[in-house]
């Protein structure tokens, strides 16, 4: 029998705790419009290529963020994504780990990664 299950992550869904703040935080740090709809009340797809993001409110509690990151961001230059994050005043919670990475949380606390490739 073959195996009907694919080897592809489709979305990760970050609890948040207010659709439309974690709407407009995603996108402004990702450069996106917040174009779209939240969807039944509680969802936002971000748009992104690849592995999707979906935003749900529905989900959200303090005991179910990301204490540890679940994925990572990827970047280019890992100097640069540091230093437009601190810009922006993400809450960075490292600094760059091993010229590689580094953490940060978003405003309700999901630890999050970017990651040089």
């Known amino acids: 029998m073959n195996n009907p299950i694919l080897k592809q992550i489709g979305t990760v869904f970050i609890p948040v705790s207010n659709i439309e703040k974690a709407r407009d935080w995603y996108c402004d740090i990702l450069g996106l ?65 091993h010229n590689h990475y580094f953490n940060f949380k978003d405003p309700d606390g999901n630890m999050l990664m970017i990651c040089e490739c």
Do not use: C, W
Not at 59 to 64: A, C, P
Not at 70 to 86: L, S
């Open 33 to 97: 419009e917040t174009e779209g709809e939240i969807q039944f009340g509680h969802l936002y797809v971000i748009p992104m290529e690849g592995t999707g993001i979906v935003l749900d409110s529905k989900i959200y509690s303090e005991d179910r963020i990301f204490k540890t990151p679940a994925f990572h961001f990827n970047t280019k230059n890992i100097e640069e994504a540091f230093h437009f994050m601190k810009m922006k005043g993400v809450n960075l919670t490292t600094e760059i780990e």
